[in-house]
């Protein structure tokens, strides 16, 4: 087992399932079409993610989710079954890139960290669109469909060419996001 490329494909695990969250095919795009070019190397199990006919599907998926963010309660309605998805789509990136591992070792790392990054960020995008939709009556969703899809794109290519810092970024993004709820808790108890 060699633990430099061990670490290496567990961050871009966490990178890509981390921009799961934020959309569900985008990732699996950005990690099929790398797979399709060799850029990085997919577990044996999922070589047919890199075959043309899953970049074509995840290609035709990705603009599907992304043109139907911006319809206003489509993007409500995506986000419903987006969370289930997101779990299941972290989960399978992190299974995807995990390489030299035994199956039970790389399946409970996928599902704990691919699915639970992904549902955890998932989540509370969720939660910040229908916070969007009940103060704003939907207008807002719009930005945060293009600073979701920004951030997946970004988060997705950063997990393939410089994967250490992909997880910097999702650190930060975990940071940030216990920082709102620490303060959104203080303000709650202000106001009691």
Do not use: C
Request: charged content about 10%.
């Amino acid at each position: 087992m060699d633990y430099p490329e061990l670490i290496l494909s567990i961050s871009i695990g966490i990178g890509l399932a981390a921009a799961v969250g934020f959309r569900v095919f985008l990732p699996l795009l950005v990690l099929s079409v790398a797979g399709h070019y060799n850029i990085i190397p997919l577990n044996e199990s999922w070589q047919w993610a890199g075959s043309l006919a899953a970049v074509i599907t995840l290609g035709v998926a990705t603009i599907v989710e992304v043109f139907g963010y911006y319809i206003p309660w489509v993007d409500t309605i995506l986000d419903t079954i987006a969370v289930p998805l997101a779990a299941a789509a972290g989960t399978a990136v992190m299974a995807a890139t995990v390489t030299d591992m035994s199956p039970v070792f790389t399946w409970a790392l996928a599902i704990i960290a691919g699915g639970g990054t992904a549902t955890f960020v998932q989540g509370n995008t969720t939660a910040a669109r229908l916070t969007s939709t009940a103060t704003t009556g939907g207008l807002a969703n719009p930005i945060f469909t293009t600073v979701e899809t920004g951030t997946s794109v970004v988060l997705s290519i950063l997990s393939i060419v410089f994967p250490f810092v992909a997880v910097v970024l999702v650190l930060l993004i975990f940071y940030f996001i216990f920082k709102f709820y620490k303060k959104l808790q203080k303000k709650r108890q202000s106001t009691t």
